[in-house]
Nanobody, 128 residues
Framework: QVQLVQSGGGLVQAGGSLRLSCAAS????????YGWFRQAPGKEREFVAV????????YYADSVKGRFTISRDNAKNTVYLQMTSLKPEDMAVYYC?????????????????????WGQGTQVTVSS
């Protein structure tokens, strides 16, 4: 079992920044990569970013490239999503997730069905 506890959500003004955290516990040794997803009201959950735990390789959705940065802190077993230049369209519930299996293409990391454990979600509200 792997538990993911999220924090850092909140309200920001358009153009502002926010940092989300995802703390992992349990059998974290079995995890391979951590991803961030988001879901806005009335929309399906969409991929945001992913990072491999060991290599630190990252991949971003086109909608957030250049604005969001995913990172990890091995000592804290924590993954972060630094969001800058936030737009109203970024407003959503953000979820972190982890997969215990290595994926051999970036497209596979974008599929929520390939993730095994999920955080509780945190609301990000962007005001205009």
């Amino acid at each position: 079992q792997v538990q993911l506890v999220q924090s850092g959500g909140g309200l920001v003004q358009a153009g502002g920044s926010l940092r989300l955290s995802c703390a992992a516990s349990g059998r974290t040794f079995s995890t391979y990569a951590y991803g961030w997803f988001r879901q806005a009201p009335g929309k399906e959950r969409e991929f945001v970013a992913v990072i491999t735990w060991r290599g630190g390789n990252t991949y971003y959705a086109d909608s957030v490239k250049g604005r969001f940065t995913i990172s990890r802190d091995n000592a804290k077993n924590t993954v972060y999503l630094q969001m800058t230049s936030l737009k109203p369209e970024d407003m959503a519930v953000y979820y972190c997730a982890t997969t215990t299996r290595a994926q051999f293409s970036s497209s596979n990391y974008q599929k929520n069905d390939n993730y095994d454990y999920w955080g509780q979600g945190t609301q990000v509200t962007v005001s205009s």
